[in-house]
């Protein structure tokens, strides 16, 4: 009779280099799938001293956004900003500004959500003068050359101290809505 036992020594090692692949397989997708994930705490990316500006298609310029450090999520695909500065240029009805403590960068661009100590200047311009806004929140939204503060807002300018509960401005209609508890104060014959 032949002796079977050295036949099954190379299976049984081969079986068990199976099974070790199948658990280090798993231990390494583990993370990626199970709560163990990178989170919005591990950035992909940080930039100090960050600059962009946006053109137009023509290469005008339509906007810029620094900040003093940028910090992008690869998961969320979210981007914050530490002491962002966001200019609105137009030469037609002047540029509005915006700084604030922080903000997050939606995924597209197309929104940017201004937290702390915001504070908007509109330069003054023919026939305005300087005006500032000043609000907890502000979401800013480039595209469409909006602005919008979900909370409490105070607005000074040459001819006008005001306050309300919400405010909503749109730059190319050039309106400025105030909402809620408003209160206005009229000052003629400046300006």
């Known amino acids: 009779m032949i002796s079977?036992?050295?036949?099954?020594?190379?299976?049984?090692?081969l079986l068990l280099l199976a099974a070790l692949s199948f658990w280090i397989e798993r231990l390494v997708e583990s993370p990626a799938n199970g709560s163990a994930s990178p989170t919005r705490t591990d950035p992909e990316g940080i930039m100090e001293n960050f600059n962009a500006m946006r053109t137009d298609m023509t290469g005008k310029p339509q906007y810029r956004l620094t900040a003093k450090k940028l910090r992008h999520y690869s998961n969320s695909k979210f981007t914050?900003?530490?002491?962002?500065?966001?200019?609105?240029?137009?030469?037609?009805?002047?540029?509005?500004?915006?700084?604030?403590?922080?903000?997050?960068?939606?995924?597209?661009?197309?929104?940017?959500?201004?937290?702390?100590?915001?504070?908007?200047?509109?330069a003054a311009h023919a026939g305005q003068s300087l005006m500032t806004v000043r609000s907890a929140r502000l979401l800013v939204y480039p595209e469409r050359d909006q602005l919008r503060s979900p909370g409490p807002v105070e607005i000074h300018d040459a001819t006008l101290n005001a306050s309300a509960d919400t405010?909503?401005?749109?730059?190319?209609?050039?309106?400025?809505?105030?909402?809620?508890?408003?209160?206005?104060?009229?000052?003629s014959g400046k300006g």
């Open 167 to 187: 405010m909503a401005y749109d730059a190319k209609l050039r309106i400025l809505k105030l909402t809620g508890r408003v209160h206005a104060r009229y000052i």
């Open 4 to 13: 079977r036992g050295p036949l099954w020594l190379p299976l049984a090692i």
């Open 80 to 122: 914050e900003l530490e002491s962002p500065r966001f200019t609105q240029l137009d030469a037609q009805s002047g540029d509005v500004s915006a700084v604030a403590s922080q903000a997050t960068v939606s995924p597209d661009g197309n929104e940017v959500d201004l937290r702390g100590n915001v504070l908007v200047e509109r």
